[in-house]
Nanobody, 125 residues
Framework: QVQLVESGGRLVQAGGSLKLSCAASGFTFSNWHMSWFRQAPGKEREFVAAMSWSGNSTYSDSVKDRFDVSILARDNVHNTMYLKMNSLKPEDTAVYYC????????????????WGQGTQVTVSS
């Protein structure tokens, strides 16, 4: 059973930096794809960034050039995904969720995979 555990969210001032972590375990497919989503109060969950087992990565336009996603693959069933967030803005305030799926498409849609419980990021102005 896939388990995803996010950590690192906290209150930070605008312009500051923060690094989120997502520990993944229990997945059995080798061609995995992981992504970050976020959901602000009163808004729908939105895609933030994704990275594949092959090293491909992509970002939403709202975070491109400010956020950086990386993955440390410790073995075939344990990964840790990071999201380094720089130049944070109040509009980055949201619960950030980690997602793991079997295809690149699932990493964008958040369908057909597993979710973490989320970690709260609050950016004060």
């Amino acid at each position: 059973q896939v388990q995803l555990v996010e950590s690192g969210g906290r209150l930070v001032q605008a312009g500051g930096s923060l690094k989120l972590s997502c520990a993944a375990s229990g997945f059995t497919f080798s061609n995995w794809h992981m992504s970050w989503f976020r959901q602000a109060p009163g808004k729908e969950r939105e895609f933030v960034a994704a990275m594949s087992w092959s090293g491909n990565s992509t970002y939403s336009d709202s975070v491109k050039d400010r956020f950086d996603v990386s993955i440390l693959a410790r073995d075939n069933v344990h990964n840790t995904m990071y999201l380094k967030m720089n130049s944070l803005k109040p509009e980055d305030t949201a619960v950030y969720y980690c997602f793991l799926g079997p295809t690149w498409k699932t990493a964008f849609t958040g369908l057909g995979g597993s979710w973490g419980q989320g970690t709260q990021v609050t950016v004060s102005s």
